[in-house]
């Protein structure tokens, strides 16, 4: 009867084992691929709201100042990250045309158009984070930004939005949602 109980604590520890292990894997391949730039915690912890108070990490300045240096020897990323920038400059300046020209369709842009609606100025900040996903034609990229409008007052709200990324017909990238 001893031995029944030892072989069942060596058969139990086992397959603790083994299922342990195979949780540990790395993930399948309907788990999307991400680069190996840290994942933006920004685009998914909640907002916050800071005032400006003199330090760099902490005064708000309309623009596009994100860094891109984690990618410039990335050739398939170029003309995406070039789209991104173009699309967060057209939404600093309310520049509808160019905002229209980073979107893969008419229904896209209009569906995104509130960002140029609002009062709302925005300062994008920080290293973008690119998100291959599984189907090959299409990319998603999270991205830290600041808000300042009439909700906040004399503070800024950082927070974090995620751009998705499709190929047009002739193969160039183009903003389907952003989120």
Avoid: H
């Avoid at 998100?131 to 950082?158: A, L, P, T």
């Avoid at 499709?166 to 389907?176: F, L, N, Q, R, Y």
């Amino acid at each position: 009867m001893e031995k029944s109980k030892i072989r069942s604590s060596i058969f139990l520890l086992a397959m603790l084992l083994v299922v342990g292990t195979g949780c540990s894997q790395e993930p399948n391949a309907e788990t999307p691929k991400t680069t190996e730039t840290p994942v933006n915690e920004a685009a998914q912890s909640p907002q916050t709201v800071k005032k400006g108070t003199g330090k760099d990490t902490e005064v708000f300045q309309e623009g596009v100042m994100i860094d891109v240096s984690d990618y410039k020897n990335e050739q398939k990323y170029k003309e995406l990250l070039q789209t991104l920038e173009s699309n967060m400059n057209a939404m600093v300046k309310k520049d509808a045309v160019a905002f229209e020209k980073t979107f893969l369709s008419q229904k896209d842009f209009e569906s995104n158009r509130f960002f140029l609606d609002t009062q709302d100025r925005y300062q994008f900040v920080g290293k973008p984070t690119i998100i291959e996903q599984e189907d090959k034609d299409r990319i998603d990229v999270g991205v830290r930004y600041r808000v300042k409008g009439s909700e906040v007052g004399e503070n800024f709200k950082e927070t974090g939005i995620m751009y998705n990324f499709k190929k047009d017909a002739s193969g160039d990238w183009k903003v389907i949602m952003i989120d």
